[in-house]
């Protein structure tokens, strides 16, 4: 049996995480987890920190700087023997739904510059069966997750600093069970941690 963490923040990368790749790498191996997912932040508001032009140099650095987390994730974790996966949590123009784009690779980034100024619904569309697009917790903020265009739902969310109405996430998911379940401890600050695991 494996343990990972499925929700992780660094603040290598997302402007809200607070605390270094490695250092969460060892804390999750201290906690006994096997591996864990980084799903640093990625919207329209990284943009402003390359330049306003769609151009494919501003598109290139700005998945250069979005690798950072993951990059020192993943050195840490060869070191210390925990597995480190990359993902990354979209969000599109149209409101601040996040969701977990897991199978998303640096090289796919590369590959569809600004993707990420699409709509959720033509995200899903083109993109849906290559990647598991699974909404983060989707009922904090919302009541109605667009089922038709996921592949799953963050059924349990552990942030302490957010109601994310967990319980409306599993009634949904089992109204759609074809929909994978994940959960997540959604790391951003010290303490954050060891919340949630997927076995």
Known sequence: MFKYELHLHTSETSWCGHVPAAVQVQRLKALGYDGLVVTDHLHAGYLEEVGPERTDANWQALIDRHMLG???????????????????????????????????????????????????EEFFDRYGKEL??????????????????????????????????????????????????TVGSDVHQDGDEGRGAVL
């Open 70 to 120: 993951y990059t020192a994730a993943a050195a840490e974790g060869e070191r210390l023997g925990v597995s480190v996966i990359f993902c990354a949590e979209l969000r599109f123009p149209e409101d601040e739904r996040d969701y977990l784009a897991f199978g998303i690779t640096e090289d796919w980034l590369r590959a569809h510059p600004y993707c990420i100024l699409l709509s959720h």
């Open 132 to 181: 598991l697009i699974v909404q983060a917790h989707p009922f904090r903020h919302y009541d109605d997750p667009d089922t038709a265009h996921l592949g799953g739902l963050e059924i349990v969310n552990c942030n302490p600093r957010h109601e994310s109405r967990n319980r409306l996430a599993l009634d949904r998911a089992k109204e759609w069970p074809g929909l994978v379940r």
